[in-house]
Every structure is written in C-alpha cells, then in structure tokens.
C-alpha cells in the first residue's frame, strides 16, 4: 500500500520561504506523476503545481509562478516545493498526491489515485 507523509509546512513571515517534503513509500515512485495541492477550511482543494515521472515537466499554477518550485528526487523517492516570497494568501493546508505509472503532469484532484495526510503552511503578514 503506498503511503504519502509530507513535511516541512511551518510559520512565516511574509516573503520567507519555506521548502516541503513528500516521501513516499510501498510502491515504485518513479513511474508516478506526482503533484502538490492546497486547501484552506471551507474552500475546494486547488492544484498548486505536477512534476512528470522523469522529472523533465513541470507546471504551476498561475499564483505560484515564478515563487515555487516543484522537483522530485527518484533516488530517495521524495517530491519536493519549494517556496518562496511566500504571501498570507499561500496559508493552506498543503497536500501532494500521486498519479499511478505516468509520464506526464496532471492538473486536476481527480486525476491522482493517491494522497499524503497534508502539512499546514502559516504565512504572517
């Protein structure tokens, strides 16, 4: 059974940066496409950005581009975001998830089999 832990969310001030962590486990991680989301109470959960298996595509969210950064790490089978400029806005609960043996990114909650249980991300003005 694959298994998702994100770490790494924390309080800052704004314009700070922070860098989370997404370690997987129980299945070959390097076939998956993996991708970050965030969700505040009461709101939809929204995509963020995806990373293709390889590594080799990436694509962002329009109010994270230019600020994060999503890679991925097969080796130590590890996704990572990194965050900078952080703004009060960016305060959510983050979550990656997993998308079983593909080689591209994927945009969408519905197109992941898999999810990590979140890391809250606090963003002070």
């Known amino acids: 059974q694959v298994q998702l832990v994100e770490s790494g969310g924390g309080l800052v001030q704004a314009a700070g940066s922070l860098r989370l962590s997404c370690a997987a486990s129980?299945?070959?991680?390097?076939?998956?496409?993996m991708g970050w989301f965030r969700q505040a109470p009461g709101k939809e959960r929204e995509f963020v950005a995806a990373i293709s298996s390889g590594g080799g595509s990436t694509y962002y969210a329009d109010p994270v581009k230019g600020r994060f950064t999503i890679s991925r790490d097969n080796a130590k089978n590890t996704v990572y975001l990194q965050m900078n400029s952080l703004k009060p806005e960016d305060t959510d609960v983050y979550y990656c998830?997993?998308?079983?043996?593909?080689?591209?990114?994927?945009?969408?909650?519905?197109?992941?089999?898999?999810w990590g249980q979140g890391t809250q991300v606090t963003v002070s003005s």
């Open positions: 998830a997993g998308r079983y043996y593909s080689g591209s990114y994927y945009l969408k909650r519905g197109d992941y089999n898999y």
């Open positions: 129980g299945r070959t991680f390097s076939t998956d496409a």
